[in-house]
Nanobody, 122 residues
Framework: QVQLVESGGGLVQAGEPLRLSCAASGRTFSSYAMGWFRQAPGKERDFVAAISWSGSTTVYADSVKGRFTISRDNARNTVYLQMNSLKPEDTAVYYC???????????????WGQGTQVTVSS
């Protein structure tokens, strides 16, 4: 069992940065690939970024490529999402997730956090 807690969400203006954190507890953090997803009101949950167990491999949604960076600190059991050049369309609830597989599909992820709200004003 893995428990995930996101933090760092908030209200920012377009163009500003924000960093999300996801702290994990439970079983060995480094055994899991980690991902970030987001869900805007009235829309489905979408993939944002994922990082492999060691952090050596990352993948991003086209919509955030070049603006967002996913990273992890296995010593701190934490995964981060650095979001730069934020746009109003980035407004959503952001979720972190853990999986024994590496990928961008939500159905491969076994554990989910409760989400943190990110609101970008224009």
């Amino acid at each position: 069992q893995v428990q995930l807690v996101e933090s760092g969400g908030g209200l920012v203006q377009a163009g500003e940065p924000l960093r999300l954190s996801c702290a994990a507890s439970g079983r060995t953090f480094s055994s899991y690939a980690m991902g970030w997803f987001r869900q805007a009101p009235g829309k489905e949950r979408d993939f944002v970024a994922a990082i492999s167990w060691s952090g050596s491999t990352t993948v991003y949604a086209d919509s955030v490529k070049g603006r967002f960076t996913i990273s992890r600190d296995n010593a701190r059991n934490t995964v981060y999402l650095q979001m730069n050049s934020l746009k109003p369309e980035d407004t959503a609830v952001y979720y972190c997730a853990a999986s024994t597989k590496f990928g961008s599909y939500s159905n491969v992820y076994d554990y989910w956090g409760q989400g943190t709200q990110v609101t970008v004003s224009s």
